[in-house]
């Protein structure tokens, strides 16, 4: 499986032929009437509405809710024969920096690297067009306490980011 993480205005350039699954993660108040490239299936198109916020107070905040509807496409797209090396996953948000990269580490880690969250997070520093990233932390803390990761996959982001100081060259 390929993967690219990018921000929204660079989703054209990640386009192509392959096989391609899209995940798309945007403020609830965004439009999004233009968003999925006509040569993603629709039913290859998952959007998550929430905001790059980190505290679950906050207005707009990844929930729980937003998990499990990400989980439950990620295991629909796993179980499908669909799925292949040439298979294109492509997650973006607005600037391809923090729910993107976060989102990413989870569904690579589930759809290709049976739950191995250090090698899913070097696969996410590799594949971000951006120069940095910083993974949501209350994205990977819901996804790991949903996943029953038992900090894993928070240890995996915690000490990627720790080597790297969310540097990415």
Known sequence: MQLAICARHELEEHESDAETLLISVQNSY??????????????????LRFSDVTSPTEPDAPTAKAMVQLFDWLHAKA????????????VHC???????????????????????????MGLVAESASSGYIWPNELVIELADGLLRAEGALIAAVAAWKKAHDGLVW
Do not use: F
Not at 98 to 118: F, G, K, M, N, T
């Open 30 to 47: 965004a439009d999004v009437s233009d968003l999925k490239p006509k040569l993603v299936k629709d039913t290859n198109w998952l959007l």
């Open 79 to 90: 179980a499908s024969e669909e799925l292949n090396d040439a298979t294109k996953l492509i």
């Open 94 to 120: 607005d600037a391809g920096i923090s729910r993107s990269p976060a989102v990413a580490c989870v569904a690579i880690s589930i759809l290709a690297l049976q739950h191995d969250y250090e090698a899913a």
